[in-house]
């Protein structure tokens, strides 16, 4: 059993695990640079943000800076973000759903997204369209499963789920499709390349438009954390404990979806962060939501980070993070539920 | 706390479930609900609780009518016991019954000091403050229904529903359940139980109501409620009643 001490122990390890990791990183890559120098041109850059370029003296070359702070620290800021969000939404489905099984993907947010972006890729569409396709789909097929959900007699819990299969189930049939008729030469790759998930294409002003639904979805996540406990013991029990749990659940609801939404569009569907990172943080940091929904924040963005550090190193040729996430989660995911002591 | 229900009625299309029921539990009252399975008691839980609100007639609880709150202000003043039932996750007991605290915080917060020592001083009530720091799964059934007592506890509602606490428990943790539960009553609570044993009702309650389909067959002090004719017009079986020195004593016929 984690006590809060151990809580709160392991949420500090993960902080700086994290920031260990994301210094790390920058000095990964064919084209290395120190350490020493990363933390020096992030904190000219960071300094010259209030007092101007040129305020402080540079001891390194001008490509090094370009490197660090033009092609690695988006990718670097992207894969934070993401992993984040991804395993944030996991934790608070999880939750609202009372089950352990649930991830990211359950309300058909990803399946949603990715059609989004294979239709605009097929209309030949910038990438800055195809993130936004990729957006508003998602958004619209969990708005499409919360109606049909509402409108079914029965359980909500078990309507927005089996809406959510059928939902993606349409949607998936709809990107088979576009596959089908894409042009095999330049599109059809494009496509296949999307849906496997990548941060290679990240760019700085990618950074804030990311940032924004995130932070608005995260916020709620973190101040209903609580609530979350009391939801996760089920409907009747919730609202016998005084929860208005209609409003509660849709608000968690909608900001996990935006999270997800807004992770999927700019990086393409990256499974496994929201099943495995949540399982991982209750081990580390117990079932209580009010350590366990700070811990999967830094621990999911930590995760991300690594897979993509992986991805972008291991071989000559970068690997799409979608099928290390799955390559590493899968097992991973396995040790835990086989882990004979503890209950999930 | 006053509780009074006056033609509460509940039914799902044809089928109705509870028909003008009415009846009252005082202040400092043990109220066991007796019933064959499916005669509308946990129905009846739910009205009071305002799970469902397709129900006509009235719920009061001191004179306020409880379809009116909101669900922070109804367990400002109602607090549900239910059966031990397996959780998703695994939380400390001391969590659990922190739980009992939340309508007192604003949505977006989470429990302080004040709370904590609320949650502390439930726990020394039922006497499990040495369960703080065990997962609630890993407890007896027994303990887990103690704990769902200390989480009302926790809640400051005077009015406390017991929708078959003792189902699942071994007899000396029926005892130990039912004990609680007249204590409670006895300083102050009003206490509603549903139970599937009369016997229950003759040891423990000050008063019992007897529901056959959905109406009231009976209401008014356990001797007087649980007869011979009683028990086999709710269970269709033939049951003596043996006076002790020591109060009633429920025995099988024979031959039944």
């Known amino acids: 059993m984690v006590s809060e001490k151990k809580a709160r122990r392991a949420l500090l390890w993960l902080g700086l695990g994290l920031l260990v990791l994301f210094l790390i990183s920058f000095s990964l890559g064919r ?79 990803s399946s949603g997204a990715a059609f989004g972006a294979a239709l605009a890729i097929l209309l030949g569409a910038s990438s800055r369209t195809i993130t936004l396709s990729a957006f508003g789909f998602g958004l619209v097929t969990v708005g499409l499963v919360m109606l049909v959900a509402r409108r079914a007699p029965g359980a909500r819990l078990i309507n927005l789920i089996l809406a959510g299969i059928m939902l993606s189930s349409l949607f998936n049939a709809g990107t088979s499709y576009i596959k089908l008729v894409a042009d095999p030469s330049n599109q059809l790759p494009q496509i296949t390349y999307w849906l496997m998930g990548s941060l290679s294409g990240t760019r700085l002003p990618d950074i804030p438009l990311a940032f924004l639904p995130m932070a608005v979805g995260l916020l709620p996540l973190f101040l209903l954390r609580w609530q979350l406990n009391l939801l996760s013991l089920g409907e009747s029990e919730a609202r016998s404990l005084g929860v208005n749990t209609n409003r509660v659940r849709l608000i968690l609801l909608l900001s996990a979806t935006l999270i997800t939404a807004a992770s999927v569009s700019f990086s393409g569907m990256i499974g496994w962060v929201g099943l495995v990172v949540p399982h991982l943080c209750r081990k580390l940091a117990g079932s209580d939501h009010r350590y366990l929904m700070p811990a999967s924040f830094l621990c999911g963005a930590a995760f991300l980070l690594l897979v993509d550090d992986v991805s972008r190193n291991l071989l000559a040729v970068e690997i799409p993070i979608g099928i290390l996430t799955a390559l590493m989660g899968a097992p991973f995911f396995l040790y835990l539920i086989t882990r004979k002591e503890e209950k999930l | 706390m006053n509780l009074s229900i ?244 429920l025995v099988p016929k024979e031959g039944d």
């Not at chain 1, 943000?49 to 092609?71: K, P, Y």
């Not at chain 2, 719920?59 to 400002?76: F, M, V």
């Not at chain 2, 009992?100 to 001083?121: F, K, Q, Y």
């Not at chain 2, 008063?207 to 004719?229: C, F, Q, Y």
């Open chain 2, 6 to 249: 006056e033609n509460l009625s509940f039914g799902y299309g044809a089928r109705t479930v509870l028909h003008e029921v009415s009846f009252t539990a005082q202040t400092g009252e043990l109220l066991a609900i007796l019933g064959p399975n499916g005669v509308g008691k946990t129905t009846l839980f739910k009205c009071i609780l305002g799970l469902t609100r397709r129900y006509t007639g009235t719920i009061r609880a001191d004179d306020g009518d409880l379809a009116a709150l909101s669900p922070r202000e109804r367990a400002h003043r109602v607090a549900a016991i239910p059966q031990a039932h397996p959780l998703s996750f695994r939380y400390r007991v001391f969590d659990m019954v922190l739980m009992g605290t939340s309508h007192t915080l604003s949505p977006l917060a989470v429990p302080g000091e004040r709370e904590r020592a609320a949650a502390r001083a439930a726990m020394a009530r039922v006497h499990i403050e040495h369960l703080g720091d065990r997962p609630f799964d890993q407890l007896s059934g027994g303990e887990q229904q103690l704990v769902f007592i200390a989480r009302a506890l926790a809640q400051e509602a005077k009015l406390l529903l017991m929708d078959e606490p003792t189902s699942s428990l071994d007899y000396g943790n029926r005892l130990l359940v039912l004990q609680v539960a007249r204590d409670l009553a006895r300083s102050g609570y009003t206490v509603l139980l549903s139970t599937h044993d009369p016997q229950h009702a003759l040891w423990f309650a000050d008063r019992a109501l007897a529901l056959k389909e959905g109406r009231v067959l009976a209401l008014g002090a356990p001797e007087a409620v649980v007869t011979s004719d009683l028990l086999s017009q709710l269970y269709g079986r033939r049951i003596d009643l043996v006076p002790t020195p020591q109060g009633t004593v």
């Open chain 1, 31 to 109: 084209y290395g640079v120190p350490p020493v120098q990363v933390v020096k041109i992030l904190f000219t850059r960071f300094v010259e943000l209030f007092a101007g370029r040129g305020a402080l003296s540079r001891t390194w070359t001008e490509q090094m800076e370009t490197v660090v702070v033009n092609i690695r620290l988006p990718r670097i800021l992207m894969a934070c973000m993401v992993g984040c969000s991804l395993a944030a939404a996991g934790t608070a489905f999880q939750g609202v759903f009372h089950n352990p099984m649930a991830s990211p993907d359950i309300l058909g947010a």
